[in-house]
């Protein structure tokens, strides 16, 4: 059992203390998990053992909730840090692209990868409208790479053109 099982099972109750204890906050969280221990009075810090003592727990969810209240402020500390991290690295990945344009590189790599993701997305699509008698459950799988693909190459179009949201957080970072 890791800490993102934790969060999940906290995020039930209180999704913002959840999101700082499972999420990608890394060591800011540990005041988060450290609120959680003392509260339930557990002296090991696995995350087994703390999940074993809100389970036995019948007051759980309102213990939780009482915590993501109390400390709400430090909660989204943990959740701004989080977010200025995935900012931080998707700039790094844009200024190293534009570092290797600069040089006179092209990211060959990256052009192949969202080419792949093209036309595995058409060749999927041609194959299911072309053959009729496809199996429920090929078809399901089929729906599934889909979605990945796609999502795939809208996470391409994203890091290429930035959103709304990503371009006004960065320039709240900048500033």
Not at 26 to 35: D, N, P, Q
Not at 111 to 130: K, R, Y
Not at 147 to 159: C, N, P, R, T, Y
Request: glycine share 10%.
């Amino acid at each position: 059992m890791d800490w993102s099982e934790v969060g999940s099972f906290v995020k039930k109750a209180a999704p913002i203390l959840g999101t700082a204890i499972g999420g990608p906050a890394g060591g800011a969280a540990g005041g988060a998990v450290s609120l959680l221990l003392s509260a339930f009075g557990v002296d090991s810090d696995k995350p087994s053992a703390l999940m074993e003592a809100m389970k036995a727990d019948p007051e759980v969810m309102v213990k939780l909730k009482k915590i993501e209240l109390d400390n709400i402020a430090h909660l989204g500390q943990i959740a701004l840090l989080s977010d200025r991290a995935y900012l931080n690295d998707r700039q790094d990945a844009r200024s190293r692209d534009e570092k290797l344009k600069k040089a006179g590189y092209k990211n060959h790599r990256a052009d192949l990868m969202i080419l792949v993701a093209f036309l595995s997305f058409v060749f999927i699509c041609w194959l299911v409208n072309s053959n009729a008698a496809i199996k429920p459950g090929v078809l399901a799988i089929f729906n599934m790479a889909i979605g990945a693909l796609l999502k795939m190459i809208g996470d391409a179009f994203q890091f290429e053109f930035g959103s709304s949201r990503g371009s006004k957080e960065k320039d709240l970072l900048s500033s």
